[in-house]
């Protein structure tokens, strides 16, 4: 919560040109400011996401309804951050574009397999792949960031222009475009290998020190429990009563 608030106030306040949204002589958003309230757009959806969470943590009365709700926010901050990449304001020709058509496909994993943590909720292969997908994806947004927004690291054949106040990449010829673009294919591919070696890797280290000490307890199970708990009670309750009126009757 606090990192897509402060997130929010350097994209309205800090990032665009003069310190201001908005521009100062009609008030509507300048284009060249456009990328900077859809980038604050996906912040807020996930700032939705993470305080309802919180507060349905803390005052929801049923696991199951808790679960499905903060899924279901979940789903729709990741449907929005696909919706708005897909449909980004900025230049996303070329190298830019690649980055960000490759973004896509791992905002996709991450919108499924949180609509299907809904209807499986105890299933460890989708919250693996959820939660792996979301550190591949925050790699990679911040290995963009160096790619695509430093000077400095662009391919050979292609260079950083400052177009307005934003930084571009270009490159000099289609043979340096192509070139670049199967490096950005690269790289995907080596992230690819990389993440799942390290998450399977730390999973197996977690589960040799920690397997044999921890018990799962399904959280469906024990709200039905409880549920029949106090089924039960309340029928033991009336057969006391029925119990003690016939003694008192004799």
Not at 81 to 96: K, P, V, Y
Request: hydrophobic content about 45%.
């Amino acid at each position: 919560m606090a990192c897509c608030t402060i997130f929010i106030a350097m994209e309205l306040f800090i990032a665009p040109l003069h310190h201001q949204p908005f521009d100062p002589h009609d008030g509507t958003i300048p284009s060249n400011h456009l990328h900077n309230f859809e980038h604050s757009s996906m912040a807020s959806s996930f700032l939705i996401y993470a305080t309802f969470s919180v507060v349905l943590d803390r005052f929801s009365t049923s696991t199951i309804i808790q679960n499905e709700l903060s899924h279901l926010l979940a789903a729709i901050a990741f449907a929005q951050q696909f919706l708005l990449i897909h449909l980004h304001s900025r230049d996303h020709m070329g190298i830019e574009g690649q980055y960000h058509y490759l973004l896509q496909i791992l905002i996709s994993i991450c919108f499924v397999t949180t609509i299907m943590g809904i209807g499986f909720p105890m299933s460890f292969l989708v919250c693996f792949v959820r939660s792996v997908c979301i550190i591949f994806q925050g790699l990679w947004l911040m290995f963009m960031g160096f790619m695509l927004f430093t000077p400095g690291y662009e391919p050979k054949g292609c260079f950083t222009k400052l177009e307005g106040d934003q930084y571009m990449v270009r490159c000099s010829d289609d043979k340096a475009l192509h070139r670049a673009i199967s490096l950005v294919n690269l790289q995907f591919s080596w992230f690819l290998i990389g993440v799942p070696v390290f998450a399977v890797s730390f999973y197996l280290s977690m589960a040799r020190r920690y397997g044999e000490k921890v018990e799962y307890v399904s959280l469906m199970k024990e709200e039905h429990y409880r549920e029949d708990g106090l089924k039960s009670f309340d029928v033991e309750s009336q057969c006391q009563k029925i119990t003690t009126g016939v003694q008192e009757q004799i």
